[in-house]
Each structure stands twice: as C-alpha cells, then as structure tokens.
C-alpha cells in the first residue's frame, strides 16, 4: 500500500484509490502517480469524463484479430482483410506497436502475426506462452489451401522481425526451427537494428534500411 499522504495528513479515499491505480501502471512511480492524480482533479469534469470514457471505450471495443492477433476494433483487421496487401509474406513482431511503427515505414506490405512477447526464461516466459501454435495452424492452412488449388494467396516468405535482444533472437531461432519443416522462405530483419534496441523506438530510415537488407535464415 503507498502512502499518500503529506504532512501527516492522509489523501482522502477517492484520491488514495486513483493513486493507487495509477501506480499499478508501467512506467508510473509513486511520485508520478501522485502528480498525474492531482492533475486530473485540476481539469474540467468533462475532461475527466471523456478520459474515463475513452479507456472504457477500448476495453470494451477492442480485441484481437482472429487472424493476425493484433489490436483490432473489427473482425478481421483492416489488414488481414484488405485485398492489396501481399497476402504470401508474414511479418512476424513481438508487440502491437511493432505493427504500427513498420506501418509507418510504408515498406511492407504484407500481412503480421503478432506473438505477444518472446521466449524469455528469466522472466518465466516460454514458447508455449506466446501465439506461436497460431502461426503454425495458420501457415499450415494456407499451405494445405494451395496444394488443394482452392482460391486465396498461400505464404511464401516468412519475415522475422523480433526486437535485436537476447530474447528476441531466442525466440526467432525457435520460430525458424519450428517453421522449417514447412519449406517456407524464412528470413531476418538485417543489422540495421542496433543490439539491445526495440522497434518501438527506432526511426523509419533504419527500419527501412533494415527491410531491405534482410537475410534468409539456414539451417
């Protein structure tokens, strides 16, 4: 329990109750909390309410694509169901924001698998824990799909795009082992990427570059 109080005198419960939530989030500290908490009691009652109706908002309008797995207010996403993308190429990203930086690229113009999260022992985290069987149900499906010659675009080109971390590279070289089997052309983001760096916070120019010069995976 954090204590809210100043000088002795303890916050009152609304107040204490907001802190503490706040500070449930990442990134938020104690002092943080506190700040954010007395800023949102400074603002109009139609700010407050409109930031209010905005998380309740995501939370009951937003879910993953049955697809993809990415954050999505519609079944499927606007990219698995649009017809000009490249629908034989699947950009495989840890997170939901790493879609939306590479779509600021406007590089690629395929499809993505999100998997939410990477293999990470450390922290308890393994295969098993991310949306890996997903990706190989659905690269299976459209595997089968084009041996049958039914319509739709089967996946070609597989492209691993986990941050450049140990955890990162851990978890693609688990997703190339278990993708090999399939016959799939798998490749890499290059170097581009500076090591210990995330997606999230690189520019454009070095994802672009990183795009271009990626590399087929062996064995």
């Not at 449930?24 to 109706?53: C, F, H, M, N, V």
């Not at 600021?104 to 295969?127: D, F, K, Q, W």
């Amino acid at each position: 329990m954090l204590n809210h109080s100043s000088g002795g005198i303890p916050a009152v419960e609304p107040v204490a109750r907001l802190i503490e939530e706040l500070h449930k989030l990442p990134g938020i500290g104690p002092k943080s909390a506190q700040r954010l908490t007395y800023y949102l009691i400074r603002i109009d009652p139609e700010q407050a309410r409109s930031l209010a109706e905005a998380i309740v908002s995501v939370k009951e309008q937003v879910t993953l694509c049955d697809i993809c797995l990415n954050i999505t207010d519609r079944i499927p996403c606007k990219v698995c169901s649009d017809p000009q993308r490249d629908h034989s190429t699947i950009c495989v990203v840890e997170d939901p924001l790493d879609v939306l930086v590479l779509e600021r690229t406007l590089t690629h113009r395929g499809l993505y698998h999100v998997l939410h999260g990477a293999i990470s022992p450390m922290n308890g985290i393994g295969p098993e824990d991310l949306k890996l069987k997903q990706l190989l149900a659905r690269l299976k499906a459209t595997s089968t799909r084009d041996t049958s010659g039914s319509e739709g675009a089967s996946v070609k080109e597989v492209i691993l795009a986990t941050n450049p971390t140990l955890e990162g590279e851990a978890t693609a070289m688990y997703i190339h082992r278990l993708l090999a089997p399939l016959g799939l052309t798998i490749t890499r983001l290059a170097r581009g990427l500076p090591t210990g760096a995330e997606l999230e916070y690189a520019d454009e120019t070095t994802l672009v570059r990183a795009f271009q010069g990626r590399q087929t995976l062996e064995i």
